[in-house]
């Protein structure tokens, strides 16, 4: 073990927030206190998760800071928790956006306050959970968990179409989630174990009864839940509704860090526990992804709305991802996983900047605004900012990931690569030409010269975004050197059943 | 010692035998108490005068059935029998019997019933359903089920001056003796069969040779009578219309305890008698259930009937538990079952106590429009609907879950995977009306003004110990489903592999039965 904190670090950092949401259940209701006892808990959590990279050992491979008790005996469930490099990354980006969506609401929500951190804050222990637990029923457990703050987010606090975004959101996510049940409870009645890599190995030493006939199955089960989350192509349309109608710091996580359990579920289970089906599906799963990437990006160029321009660019973005997982080579892996961060960072920022919009002027139509750059010119920097960083500057942190992806997908097959990088031309054309109509020329609507700048506060909940893109962008390595060994772990199985077909 | 005497010593009752159906004695004597009395007290303090002596007399039940516990065995000449099995259902319709006594109090006054006999019928119906638990003997089980029936076909009609209860109770009563009459005859086949109508006796006759078209025929009906007594697909159609009009807190007895004890019956004719040709029967009811009840819930704006049709399809999820092909998932089959009836009974005794309470005098708010806002005008009382009915569509963290959770599994042990597929997409569809009620508590404003009264003490203890109960089930389901497996062990006719090896190991041998 790392150290003297070592199992119980990982348990402290899911728990902390969930403590904080008890707490403040029972504080009355003075909105001020309630927001800042949830920006300390927060910023505790995010204090706490640095403990991860710091004491992390990055030369070994296999998952560290484990925890493993029985929590029921029958069935066989542990308490399994552990983080490895992937994980961890998502961890930290988790905890590292609750803070700034706690400033972020910090004005905006002044309707229900204490419900909304509680929510917040909940959420944030669901989410840690998810990549953290290795035992499949907690995984499930926390994956579930997600759901009902999240949808109660988008429904109590939202605008106008909020209930139609939230029972469509929570629809979605469970009708698909209930197969990744099914799947599960196959594993376990065929295996008497729910410990990702219990049935990892059982399954790797071919000691599971009738698993081949039902191999294809599952993968599927698991893929759709993941599919609908990430959203892949055809599952993607819970998406825009559910950010056009969510509250900032709801489109902030749900962008940031909830579309990654997804790509993050697919990376450990899809590819961890069936190798042979991922390879054999890999190529309509490329291609659902690739449509992803196109599709996305030209829908998102003709958005006449900022939040679901943004939204639409996520679909495109995730897009990535999955297209880096499934070309299963170490660039590909690489940079899938670091776009994830990358892109939770980043659309975080920019989710959080067209809040700073709306705060104003309760539209994101973006014919309404045109000029911003006279009245708000900080504003307009940050945005530029973050919006370059979206595009995939160089020295900025979108740049490293999609090259590294395309990288990868063009090792697996040429013709994704030259597709996939497309996908970064579309992505500077709609966002600079959203941000021309946005900030450049005069003027046009009266209203918007009498807007103020940025606040104090938004500046403390965007800048640190700016910052981490910035560092993400110059410094990689700081990231992939815990990624690199990780990804290297969960490639091993494959090139096993690669060299199986070619040893046939 | 000859044949003889010992079977004269065993028809005269010993002192243990009184001890077996002590929480039935009990029980029936707190009920005559409460008849005794109800003339006696001032009509202005009956309701909590009658209503007390009545929860002490569950809180008595409880105890003796602990008591009762220590001794267990036959008794009554083999009719009786007292094992972790009877012990686990007395227990639970009794604790049911509590929560919702506790749930009356507050309901009573508001809709101006007299008291009187409602708990002393409640207690009545209780001891049926007890001895509906520790049965083994066919007609026994008979008598109890009569006694808990006509307990509740009263029960069903207490909202006298309501037009809509009184047919509530008549076609509940009309249809249930229709039923039992169903089940009556099942019995009579069986004897006609077996010579017996002990259940204990019927399993071997019937494993001893090929069963003919009788015990087919007999098993049937009997299926019949219960299947109406548990609310399954296709004896359903009663459910809803009787849950409408019948008092609240009383389609939360209703739709748990006498619920438990009927499934308490089913899986000993199901289990112990291994009652030959049940699995398609049981496999179509499940998936029937299922469907039927959800997506009949999907169109409900009356909360009642809405619950109604959802508790109709949490009994085709139960089924699913029943539907073992093989004698080695059985034990699985049965843990899972007696832990959904408990987890089912906790959430929905709770959603029902809430129901209740927002229905005020002349149960006037009960549509889903009238639920709107009340988020915001009772947060209390909107979280804990809440908290059931995120059990109900089964939620982590809460009872339903992990019910739904160990029926699945099982289900899937015993490789039944299609009707697995239908019982996890029937939950998704579920969770979208639950999710109607809750967005209408919580997602949009009330546009009828719809009175907020306080949450008495009665209630608000009733609701807290279902809240800790259906928590406590989610959190920590290993204490309650131990005990379902030992019983399981128990019902069983021969006492196959140890339960820690059942419940664990990998299925070995899977049955392609489908």
Not at chain 1, 272 to 293: K, V, Y
Not at chain 2, 312 to 331: K, T
Request: with cysteine; charged share 10%; proline share 5%.
């Amino acid at each position: 073990m790392n150290d003297a904190l070592g199992p119980y670090i990982v348990s402290l950092i899911t728990f902390v927030p969930l403590a904080g949401a008890v707490l403040l259940t029972f504080l009355p209701r003075r909105d001020r206190d309630i927001r800042v006892v949830a920006f300390l808990f927060s910023l505790a959590t995010f204090c706490l998760s640095l403990h991860l990279p710091v004491h992390f050992h990055r030369g070994l491979p296999g998952f560290q800071f484990e925890i493993d008790k029985p929590w029921i005996t029958s069935p066989n469930i542990h308490y399994h928790m552990a983080i490895d490099g992937i994980s961890m990354w998502l961890v930290v980006l988790t905890t590292f956006l609750t803070p700034l969506c706690v400033l972020i609401s910090w004005k905006s929500v002044h309707d229900r306050v204490k419900e909304f951190f509680i929510l917040l804050l909940i959420l944030e222990t669901a989410l840690i959970g998810v990549f953290t637990s290795l035992d499949l029923f907690l995984f499930y457990f926390f994956w579930e968990a997600t759901l009902i703050p999240m949808a109660l987010l988008i429904g109590v606090f939202g605008h106008e179409r909020k209930v139609y975004a939230a029972v469509k959101f929570f629809m979605y996510t469970m009708i698909a989630s209930v197969f990744m049940l099914a799947a599960i409870l196959w594993l376990y009645a065929h295996t008497g174990s729910f410990d990702f890599v219990v049935i990892r190995d059982q399954i790797a030493k071919g000691a599971v009864a009738s698993f081949p006939a039902a191999a294809q199955w599952l993968f599927l089960g698991f893929f759709l839940a993941f599919a609908v989350k990430v959203p892949l192509f055809p599952f993607h349309t819970w998406l825009p509704d559910a950010h056009v109608e969510a509250p900032t710091a709801g489109s902030v996580l749900l962008a940031g860090v909830l579309l990654k359990m997804g790509t993050y579920g697919m990376l450990r289970f899809n590819l961890g526990l069936f190798p042979e089906q991922a390879r054999r599906n890999a190529p309509w799963i490329m291609t659902l992804a690739l449509i992803g990437i196109i599709y996305g990006a030209l829908v998102a160029m003709v958005q006449p709305n900022m939040k679901k321009l943004i939204a639409y660019s996520s679909v495109s973005h995730l897009g990535f991802v999955v297209l880096g997982i499934f070309s299963f080579t170490q660039s590909g892996l690489n940079g899938a996983m670091f776009v994830m961060l990358a892109h939770g960072i980043s659309t975080g920022g920019l989710f959080m900047l067209a809040g700073i919009l709306h705060e104003r002027r309760h539209t994101y139509e973006i014919s309404e605004f045109g000029g911003l750059a006279s009245p708000m010119p900080v504003y307009a920097a940050s945005y530029l900012f973050i919006v370059l960083a979206s595009v995939g500057l160089p020295l900025l942190n979108g740049f490293v990931g999609e090259f590294l992806v395309l990288n990868g997908a063009f090792q697996a097959k040429p013709i994704y690569g030259i597709l996939g990088a497309t996908g970064v031309i579309w992505s500077a054309c709609y966002l600079l030409w959203m941000f021309q109509r946005v900030f450049y020329g005069k003027v046009t609507n009266p209203v918007n010269n009498g807007m103020a700048d940025m606040l104090g506060f938004e500046k403390a909940a965007v800048w640190p975004c700016a910052a981490a893109a910035l560092v993400m962008g110059v410094a990689p390595i700081l990231w992939l050197a815990a990624i690199d060994p990780a990804v290297h772990d969960a490639l091993a199985p494959l090139a096993q059943t690669m060299s199986k077909v070619v040893m046939q | 010692m000859t044949i003889v005497p010992a079977m004269l010593l065993q028809a005269i009752p010993q002192p243990e035998d009184y001890i077996r159906i002590l929480p039935e004695l009990v029980l029936a004597i707190f009920g005559i108490a409460v008849m005794v009395l109800d003339p006696l007290v001032d009509e202005e303090k009956s309701q909590k005068t009658l209503g007390a002596i009545a929860f002490v007399g569950t809180v008595a039940g409880l105890i003796s059935t602990w008591y009762m516990a220590q001794s267990p065995g036959l008794a009554f000449s083999n009719t009786i029998r007292i094992d972790s099995f009877s012990v686990f259902f007395n227990f639970l319709v009794i604790a049911i019997a509590a929560v919702v006594i506790l749930s009356s109090f507050e309901y009573m006054a508001v809709q101006r019933i007299r008291a009187g006999e409602y708990y002393a019928l409640i207690l009545f119906g209780v001891v049926g359903m007890s001895v509906m638990a520790s049965a083994i003997e066919l007609v026994l089980i008979f008598i109890g089920l009569e006694i808990s029936s006509i307990s509740t076909y009263i029960l069903a009609g207490f909202r006298r001056n309501e037009a809509s209860s009184s047919e509530s109770s008549l076609k509940y009563f009309l249809l249930g003796s229709f039923a039992t009459a169903f089940f009556l005859y099942g019995v009579a086949l069986m004897f006609g069969a077996t010579g017996s109508t002990n259940i204990d006796i019927i399993s071997q006759k019937i494993t001893a040779s090929s069963p003919g078209v009788l015990v087919f025929t007999a098993m049937a009906l009997m299926f019949v009578g219960l299947g109406f007594k548990v609310a399954a697909a296709p004896f359903h159609i009663w459910t809803p219309d009787v849950y409408e009009g019948a008092p609240a807190p009383v389609v939360g007895f209703m739709s748990t305890a006498p619920k438990a004890a009927a499934f308490a019956v089913l899986l000993r004719v199901v289990f112990t008698i291994n009652a030959p040709g049940r699995f398609w029967f049981l496999w179509l009811a499940a998936a029937l259930s299922m469907t039927l009840g959800n997506i009949s819930a999907l169109v409900q704006s009356n909360v009642k009937r809405l619950l109604a049709y959802s508790s109709i399809a949490h009994a085709g999820y139960l089924l699913v538990a029943f539907a073992m092909p093989n004698q080695e998932d059985s034990v699985t089959g049965i843990s899972a079952a007696m832990f959904y009836t408990a987890a089912y009974a906790a959430m929905n005794v709770g959603a029902f106590a809430v129901v209740s309470h927002f229905a005020n005098a002349g149960e006037k708010y009960v549509t889903l429009e009238d639920y709107e806002g009340l988020g915001r005008s009772s947060p209390l009382l909107a979280a804990a609907l809440t908290f059931f009915l995120l059990s109900l569509i089964g939620i982590p963290m809460t009872g339903g879950f992990f019910a739904k959770f160990y029926v699945f599994s099982a289900a899937l042990r015993a490789n039944l995977i299609w009707l697995t597929l239908i019982g996890v997409v029937n939950s998704a569809i579920g969770a979208y009306y639950y999710l109607r009620i809750i967005v209408a508590m919580y997602m949009r404003e009330s546009r009828k003004e719809v009175p907020v009264t306080p949450i008495s003490f009665s209630l608000g203890l009733a609701l807290s110990l279902s809240l800790l109960a259906t928590l406590y089930l989610g959190v920590l389901p290993n204490r309650v489903l131990q005990i379902a497996q030992h019983s399981a062990q128990d019902l069983m006719p021969q006492p196959s592999a140890p339960n820690s090896n059942v419940a664990q190991s990998p299925a070995s041998t899977p049955v392609p039965s489908q």
